[in-house]
Each structure stands twice: as C-alpha cells, then as structure tokens.
C-alpha cells in the first residue's frame, strides 16, 4: 500500500465552524478552505462574519457565515440549516466558540458567569451535534472536532470553572465517539497557550517569559492547531476516534 498525501484534502466537504472569525477558529476554517472544503462560520460580530466570508472566498472556497452565539439554540440551528442548505451538506464540525467570563478562583464565581461558561462551552457543542447529527451525519457520517484546553487535563490558577468546562468537553468527545460510532468520528484537541485574543491575558504581560518557559521554546500560533485539526478532519485519520490530541509545545511535560 502507498500512502496518499490527497487523504488530508478535504474536496467536496462542507465543514462548520463556531467562532471561525478569530484565533484558532479562523486559522481552522482557512486550512480547511485551503484543502478543498466548503465553509461555514458561526460567530457573534456581523462584521468579522462579512471579513471572513471574503477571506474564505479568496481562498477558493464556497462560504457562508451565520451571525450568533454557539450558546444560542435558534443560532446553532441557523447555521446547521445553511450548511446543508447552502453548501449541500455538513460533513466536519469544528465546536471551537467558547467564553471565559470569570477569573479567579472558582468558589468566587458568580452564578451568571458559571451558567454562561456552560452555556457555550459545554451546552452549545451538545446542541450543535445534536443538530448536525440529525439534519445530515446520521444518514452520511462525518467528522467531530471539540477545541478543547489542556485546562482539561491539568488543573491551573484563576481558569478554574473554564477548565472544568474543558474537561467536560473531553468526557463528552469520548462519550459521543461511542455513541456515534462506526458512521461518524469524534474528536478533541488540547491545546497549550496559544497567542490569540482569547487568550492574551494569559501571554501579553510577559510574553517572552511564557515563550521561555515552553519545552518547545515558543507559545502557539494558530496555524499550530489548525494543522491538528485539518489532519483530525481528513481521511488521513479515519480510524481515530474518542482521542484528545495535545497540541502544547510539550507545556505538559514541564
């Protein structure tokens, strides 16, 4: 058997995205764009929405963008409705959106925040593939990406609840693998601290600092983890299902 490089092209598949607009989610839909696929991006601002759609179409790509929370039930619908309306299909779904509104310690948080944190994180993937599962990928299979946090493996200061959120989002990928399988394949990544918006609490205050301290020598960028995600999507690993892949730069081994 030789192997094929055409098994990471993604041609004539429709992937969805949640908070595509940015960050890793950004980086995310432009690799699949790159490698062939068809893309939708669900996030909250109109107008990153209208910058990305023509970002993606630059690339080659067949877009659409929703407008909407991943926490929002009549959103999550909107968006699964034009993948399959729109593009023809919904064959990857990359659960990518997420929220932090708390920092500190997690017997300070407030209810608002927690309910919000679970909202998006944790409630919001279960809907959207609940969603997907029934308007295309029980009949047709498919891929499921979680963007997860190494937050959910090991536990770290004033993140607490998020990570717990992050943990949850780990249980529910090996969780969903079983229950989905053999037609459709879930997934998880962990990444590490990556240089984003998001994040930049967590990195801007000293950044060569948190570079330094990384076993690889440098925090990550998004491409990092959408390089993970494109190979997690791909025929290249289809027979990966209910693994969690650690994209960190090794900052779990220190």
Excluded at 129 to 150: D, K
Aim: charged share 20%; proline share 5%.
């Amino acid at each position: 058997m030789t192997f094929d490089a055409a098994t990471f092209r993604l041609d004539g598949k429709v992937a969805l995205v949640t908070g595509g607009t940015r960050g890793i989610g950004r980086a995310i839909a432009e690799a699949y764009a790159t490698a062939g696929a068809s893309v939708a991006v669900l996030a909250r601002k109109a107008d990153e929405l209208d910058e990305t759609r023509a970002a993606l179409e630059a690339l080659g790509a067949r877009a659409v963008t929703v407008v909407g929370s991943a926490g929002d039930p009549d959103a999550v619908d909107r968006a699964v409705q034009a993948c399959v309306s729109d593009l023809g299909g919904l064959d990857i779904l990359v659960n990518n959106a997420a929220t932090n509104p708390a920092f500190g310690p997690v017997v300070d948080v407030e209810p608002g925040a927690l309910r919000k944190i679970l909202e998006v994180n944790v409630e919001g993937p279960i809907r959207l593939v609940q969603a997907a599962w029934r308007a295309w990928m029980q009949e047709h299979g498919g891929s499921i990406i979680n963007v997860a946090s190494i937050g959910g493996i090991q536990p770290s200061p004033l993140i607490g609840v998020y990570n717990v959120s992050k943990g949850a989002l780990l249980h529910l990928t090996r969780q969903l693998a079983l229950e989905l399988a053999p037609g459709v394949r879930v997934n998880s990544l962990a990444p590490g601290l990556v240089k984003t918006d998001f994040a930049r609490a967590l990195w801007e205050p000293d950044e060569a600092r948190a570079d330094a301290i990384q076993p690889l020598g440098r925090i990550g960028m998004p491409d990092d983890i959408a390089g993970a995600a494109l190979f997690l999507a791909s025929d290249a690993a289809s027979w990966l299902t209910g693994v969690t892949l650690v994209v960190d730069g090794g900052a779990l081994l220190a």
